[in-house]
Structure formats: C-alpha cells, structure tokens
C-alpha cells in the first residue's frame, strides 16, 4: 500500500527558500507522476506541480518562476523549492500521486500524505 | 487556465437525503474531470475520476456525471460520513484546477 508523508519546516521568513520533502513507501517513484497541491488556512486548493522521474515536469504559471520540483529516486522521495517566500504562501502543502498517461488518461491524484503545514512569518 | 465554478458553495442537507453539487468550467473540458472528498485537518479523498469513474473503495451512493462544460457530483442518500466538503478537478489542460469547494452541512 502507498503511503506518502510530507515534512517541511514549518515555519520560514519572507524572501526565504521554502524546502519540502515527500518520502513515498509502499511503490518506486518512478512508476507514477506526482503533484504538489496546496491550501491556505480555510482555503481551496492550488494545484503547484505536477513531475515525473524521467524528468518531466509542469508547474502553475503563477509560481514558475519560483518553484522547482526534483526527484531523489535512490531515497524514493519527492523535493518541492518555493524561492522568495511571501505570507501568501503560507499553507498546508500536500503531495499526492496522480494515475496519468499524458495524452492517454488521467484517473485523478488517488493517494495523498497527510499534508505540512507551512507558516511564512517574520 | 480552466476556471472551474462549484455550486452551492454550500448546502444542508439531512441524513438520507439526495444532495446534487455542480461543477461548471469555463470552458469545454475533457473526460478527465474528478471530484474529491475533504474533511477537516484531512487530505482530500479521491472519489470520482473520469466523470463518471467511482474510484475503488468509494461507497456506490456516489455518481458523477456531465460532459463539455458542466458536470455533476451526485451523493443518493446522504449518510453522516459524508458531511464534508466536495472539489471537483479539471486535468484537461495545465494548470490543473479545482473548484472552489462546496461545504454539505448537517441540516
């Protein structure tokens, strides 16, 4: 059985680096694409990325130029970078596997960790 | 981008109840349209993909259905578990979205 967990620092600075980490059990990262999603407080969701171990990799628009995404294979975990981090960004970011053959299918992101909680404060 | 608009943002309803939640996209989607499940402090559940598709595990009182721009979530008989708040998800074209959420209530 999958299983996801996500851990990050729960608190950062403005203008800082957020760094996440997802471990994935239970499956190879590499059989599957993978998103981030996040949520504010009271909020709905945001989609963030979407990537592949072959390296493919597809991000909002409204964070492109401060998001990166990267896959550690020999650990079997995912890694999300948010540069330049604003209060707006606070949230809980949660990673999630998504069933998708691009072009072919999408069956929807059909297994989720529990989720990080994120506080961007001075 | 695919804006995804949810009506009611919410609805209370009553245990046994047939609760009916749309998802209308500001633009001819695809097939790959999915809802999901959230409860408080939780992750969000898949429960529909495909449109119609009941992912494995979700109790059958749950149906999907729709095409082109609107689509609906339908629950046959409400049941306590289900009070929770429901998004539905365009994966036709990036960036991905989700609707803004629709909250069911205990009436």
């Known amino acids: 059985q999958v299983q996801l967990r996500e851990s990050g620092p729960g608190l950062v600075k403005p203008s800082e680096t957020l760094s996440l980490t997802c471990f994935v059990s239970?499956?190879?990262?590499?059989?599957?694409?993978w998103t981030w999603v996040r949520q504010p407080a009271g909020g709905g969701l945001e989609w963030v990325a979407r990537?592949?171990?072959?390296?493919?990799?597809d991000y909002n628009p409204s964070l492109l130029s401060r998001v990166t995404v990267s896959v550690d294979t020999s650990n079997n975990q995912l890694s999300l970078k948010l540069t330049s981090v604003t209060a707006a960004d606070t949230a809980v970011y949660f990673c999630?596997?998504?069933?998708?053959?691009?072009?072919?299918?999408?069956?929807?992101?059909?297994?989720w960790g529990q989720g990080t909680t994120v506080t961007v404060s001075s | 981008d695919i804006q995804m608009t949810q009506s009611p943002s919410s609805v209370s309803a009553s245990v046994g109840d047939r609760v009916t939640i749309t998802c209308r996209a500001s633009?001819?989607?695809?097939?790959?349209l999915a809802w999901y499940q959230q409860k408080p402090g939780k992750a969000p559940r898949l429960l529909i993909y495909?449109?119609?598709s009941l992912q494995s595990g979700v109790p059958s009182r749950f149906s999907g259905s729709g095409s082109v721009t609107d689509f609906t979530l339908t629950i046959s008989s409400l049941q306590p578990e289900d009070f929770a708040t429901y998004y539905c998800?365009?994966?036709?074209?990036?960036?991905?979205?989700f609707g803004g959420g629709t909250k069911v209530e205990i009436k």
């Open positions: 495909a449109v119609s």
């Open positions: 998800q365009q994966a036709t074209s990036f960036p991905l979205t």
């Open positions: 990537f592949h171990a072959s390296g493919t990799a």
């Open positions: 239970g499956d190879s990262i590499t059989n599957y694409y």
């Open positions: 999630a596997r998504e069933v998708v053959v691009p072009g072919a299918y999408n069956y929807g992101m059909d297994v």
């Open positions: 633009q001819a989607s695809s097939r790959w």
